[in-house]
């Protein structure tokens, strides 16, 4: 199986700050990787899919990048409604993966 | 629009059984696999396979055979997760979630809304 490795787990931003969230395939996954946002209590929406593809609706603040086996999410300026949990996931091969998460939480 | 809902919360006694529905509207459903995810409290989500929706012909992840079922009622547009012999450890919410594009290859989207089956004597 192909394991996917978040960093951070968490970190702590403010309102308007520039976001960063890592994932890193244990093997090439050309572009199969998507972003998941996870509220408390919420199922998990889709974001972004294809490393880059911005679902519908999504708010253009949300970027997303990488191919092989490094991936970066992007906020390019956090907003209140964001502090929630991150999660990246490959599906290049089966069984689709996830990371870890990553939670963002309010400095 | 799009929607999947699934059952409401359960609570079961260890070696119960609990059959989870997922209910979906707004497209064809045998035109996209259906998935299910675990997430258990406090924990990431895990992946616990697919249910080709025109088929019917599921696949386990591992981890996940055995005691775990899917199935379909297509004449409802209804995907199912059977769970036998529950365990404290099956204590978890339980997601169905569509294949974005039918390929598997682009996420999944929508999502149910989750349901919790807590397992406790």
């Known amino acids: 199986d192909i394991q996917m490795t978040q960093s951070p787990s968490s970190l702590s931003a403010s309102v308007g700050d520039r976001v960063t969230i890592t994932c890193r395939a244990s093997?090439?996954?050309?572009?199969?990787l998507n972003w998941y946002q996870q509220k408390p209590g919420k199922a998990p929406k889709l974001l972004i899919h294809?490393?880059?593809s911005l679902q519908s609706g999504v708010p253009s603040r949300f970027s997303g990048s990488g191919s092989g086996t490094d991936f970066t999410l992007t906020i390019s300026s956090l907003q209140p409604e964001d502090f929630a949990t991150y999660y990246c996931?490959?599906?290049?091969?089966?069984?689709?993966?996830f990371g870890q998460g990553t939670k963002v939480e309010i400095k | 629009q799009v929607q999947l809902v699934q059952s409401g919360s359960e609570l079961k006694k260890p070696g119960a059984s609990v059959k989870v529905s997922c209910k979906a509207s707004?497209?064809?459903?045998?035109?996209?696999?259906m998935n299910w995810v675990r997430q258990a409290p406090g924990q990431g989500l895990e992946w616990m396979g697919w249910?080709?929706?025109?088929?019917?012909?599921?696949t386990y992840a591992q981890g996940f055979t055995g005691r775990f079922v899917f199935s379909l009622d297509t004449s409802v547009s209804a995907a199912y997760l059977q769970i036998s012999s529950l365990k404290a450890e099956d204590t978890a919410v339980y997601y169905c979630?569509?294949?974005?594009?039918?390929?598997?290859?682009?996420?999944?989207?929508?999502w149910g809304q989750g349901t919790l089956v807590t397992v406790s004597s």
């Open positions: 249910i080709n929706t025109n088929t019917g012909n599921p």
């Open positions: 294809a490393e880059s």
């Open positions: 979630a569509r294949d974005k594009y039918g390929s598997g290859s682009y996420g999944f989207d929508p």
């Open positions: 707004g497209y064809t459903f045998t035109s996209y696999p």
């Open positions: 996931q490959q599906s290049y091969s089966t069984p689709p993966t």
């Open positions: 093997q090439s996954i050309s572009n199969y």
